[in-house]
Nanobody
Framework: HVQLVESGGGSVQAGGSLRLSCAVS????????MAWFRQAPGKEREGVAR???????IYANSVKGRFTISRDNARNTLYLQMNSLNPEDTAIYYC?????????????????WGQGTQVTVS
């Protein structure tokens, strides 16, 4: 059973940075598609970044050039480095795992989710 635990959220001023972590148990972080999603109040959950088993990464246009997804196999952890944050990035950020080595942009294709971590940019 895959379990995901996010950490690293918080409040930051516009232009600042945060790094989110997602500790993975019950699976290898490099054994499946892993992704970060976010959901702002009143909006649908949207994909932010995703990484396939072979390391291919895809970013949402809104975060391209500012966010970086990475993984540490030794720590079995997924990361999201977020730079140049702006108020539009305010949301709950979720780590997700798909029971498939290949990625999807659709939240419904991911079967495992963390509890979420709040990111607030003012």
């Amino acid at each position: 059973h895959v379990q995901l635990v996010e950490s690293g959220g918080g409040s930051v001023q516009a232009g600042g940075s945060l790094r989110l972590s997602c500790a993975v148990s019950g699976s290898n972080v490099d054994g499946r598609c892993m992704a970060w999603f976010r959901q702002a109040p009143g909006k649908e959950r949207e994909g932010v970044a995703r990484m396939s088993r072979d390391g291919m990464v895809i970013y949402a246009n809104s975060v391209k050039g500012r966010f970086t997804i990475s993984r540490d196999n030794a720590r079995n952890t997924l990361y999201l480095q977020m730079n140049s944050l702006n108020p539009e990035d305010t949301a709950i950020y979720y780590c997700a795992a798909r029971d498939n080595p290949y990625c999807s942009q659709l939240a419904r294709d991911f079967g495992f989710w963390g509890q979420g971590t709040q990111v607030t940019v003012s």
